[in-house]
């Protein structure tokens, strides 16, 4: 097994670059960086040029500079996703259970039992492979044959229901009133009637193609699967679909064997980041950061030695960790 470790950068936090390096170093041998419009002269550093929305669309750009016949697989994360110092080069398959042909994903979602992010379920619906400029048909799998992946996955696609589609619409128009966007409230007004005619013809309301979503911001894929997700993703991205399901859906499509956290003895835990939390907690099964989780990295003092030192063993991750907030040094 031989393994490249890459970083994502949603946006360009140079600073954040000999960080990582230092973290990782000892670690894993081979790093690259995927750094939005990066100019620096670190040849293990490959400038990528798509919005963070679209972060997908960075694999696929930086595929030619990562590339190597070596290795069997490539394990993506995100800056601000701190791993588990026992995971490098010659532990991560068997942490993460992978074989020569096996990818992983922290888990996915379903977006017709969703009851939250409901801007994404938008996303889902409006997509449409005819991007104006845009010379994508006939890119992907058909939807038969995606369907068949899904299904070889045990992922169901089923149509949104009722309380999604106004939800997505009244929470998206009070949003959008307050910033006068009068256009995309005229066009959320269509997406809810376009449900309705639907739901009177009997025609299921779905989007164009199966899709899944899934935190993206720790993936790894199988060097069987890279060059058809990088294809795939490089497909979404330009069609602009959010990465959050793009991401995930490459990786059904492109995939033989997928693993995810309910396969394995260790879990991710993510920060609480908003107030409205308790729903998305609760779909995150437990692992957003609790009060007890903020009181022993409060003990850490702020210092990422401290911190790697004293990681949770039970933990694969903790995500996310603003380095910028950070003390580096003991």
């Not at 697989?73 to 068997?94: K, R």
């Not at 060059?227 to 795939?232: E, I, L, T």
Request: charge should be neutral; glycine fraction near 4%; proline fraction near 4%.
């Amino acid at each position: 097994m031989k393994v490249a470790l890459i970083i994502i950068y949603n946006h360009q936090y140079n600073k954040n670059i000999d960080i990582i390096e230092k973290i990782y170093k000892d670690r894993f041998s081979d790093i690259y960086h995927l750094v939005p419009f990066y100019n620096g002269e670190k040849g293990n550093v490959i400038p990528v040029y798509e919005s963070s929305y679209y972060f997908q669309g960075y694999v696929s750009q930086g595929l030619h500079r990562f590339f190597r016949e070596e290795y069997t697989h490539y394990f993506f994360i995100g800056d601000d996703l701190l791993l588990n110092p026992e995971i490098n080069e010659n532990s991560y398959h068997d942490i993460f259970k992978l074989g020569l042909n096996t990818s992983f994903i922290p888990n996915f979602i379903t977006l017709h039992d969703f009851r939250l992010w409901h801007a994404r379920i938008g996303d889902a619906f409006k997509w449409n492979i005819k991007e104006r400029g845009v010379e994508a048909q006939n890119m992907l799998p058909d939807y038969e044959m995606a369907l068949d992946k899904f299904s070889k996955f045990g992922l169901t696609i089923k149509p949104f229901n009722f309380l999604q589609v106004v939800k997505l619409t009244t929470d998206s128009c009070l949003s959008l009133l307050w910033k006068r966007d009068f256009g995309a409230i005229y066009k959320r007004c269509l997406f809810f009637c376009k449900y309705l005619s639907n739901k009177v013809h009997g025609k299921p309301h779905t989007p164009l193609y199966p899709m899944v979503a899934a935190c993206s911001d720790i993936f790894i894929l199988s060097a069987k699967s890279i060059k058809d997700f990088c294809f795939y993703s490089g497909v979404f991205a330009t069609t602009k679909l959010f990465v959050e399901i793009a991401l995930p859906t490459s990786v059904v499509l492109s995939s033989e064997e997928i693993v995810t956290k309910n396969d394995l003895g260790l879990q991710g835990k993510a920060w609480q980041c908003s107030q409205k939390m308790e729903e998305y907690n609760t779909w995150l099964k437990g692992e957003i950061w609790s009060k007890e989780d903020h009181q022993k990295i409060e003990k850490c003092e702020h210092s990422l030695p401290k911190l790697l030192a004293e990681f949770p063993s039970n933990y694969l991750y903790l995500h996310p960790v603003k380095l910028s907030k950070w003390k580096t040094e003991k």
